[in-house]
């Protein structure tokens, strides 16, 4: 059973009062309104810029990349076919977290922390196009198979930072602060789905962290547009 908690406290110290919030016990569902977590923006303008904010992936993943950040220990980690399976798990992830934060406190917060990460990574990989050179999968088991299907409809651009790891770890930052019974599913599910990337060969070790930096900075910078 999922237990929404609400936040509560003033915005002076935002995320620390979201983290310490998430002890208080349930309370009654709210749209995002008031004490420190409302945005300048209505709620569905920024439903609606987050979801814009998406597309800046496609448009930069048309380009061809100039640049790739491969490491030597990236040749030694070998394919894991059946990581295909979290892999393709991100998009549920996302779409269901949509759904299970839009009636918390903290709905603002979340919409902004996906607009700045999106649009930061769109500038990044407007001007540093990076990408990943892969092999196709010589094994014909299923998942191989699903993932040379990949392999053939996402072009080789938008590596750093990993728009995968820094999605899902942003869901899993939100889910485990509005659902803290399961605090430890969420981690899991966003870590499992940061590590496919690298097993699925999708993205570079080096991808992975620009994920990680670039989840923080999204998460730092969401409090400058909340009132």
Known sequence: M??????????????????????????????GEGRGFESRLSLKMLLTLSIISFLGYFWTNKRPSKYNFKLSLDDKIKVLPLSIIPYALQIPF???????????QIINSFYLSIIIANLSATIFWYFVPNGVKRQPLTEKSFFSKIINFVY??????????????????????????????????????????????????????????GGVIFTILSLALTPIFLI
């Open 2 to 31: 999922l237990v929404r908690v609400q936040p509560s406290a003033p915005h002076s110290d935002y995320h620390q009062n979201i983290r310490e919030s998430s002890s208080i016990g349930g309370a009654s569902p709210c749209q």
């Open 152 to 209: 053939r409809h996402d072009n080789d651009t938008n590596g750093f930072p990993s728009a995968h790891v820094y999605m899902s770890l942003l869901c899993a930052y939100y889910l485990s602060i509005s659902f803290t019974n399961l605090n430890s599913v969420w981690i899991t599910i966003g870590i499992l789905i940061s590590a496919s990337t690298i097993f699925t060969k999708q993205h570079y070790l080096i991808d992975i962290l």
């Open 94 to 104: 996302i779409i269901f977290t949509y759904f299970q934060i839009q009636t918390t």
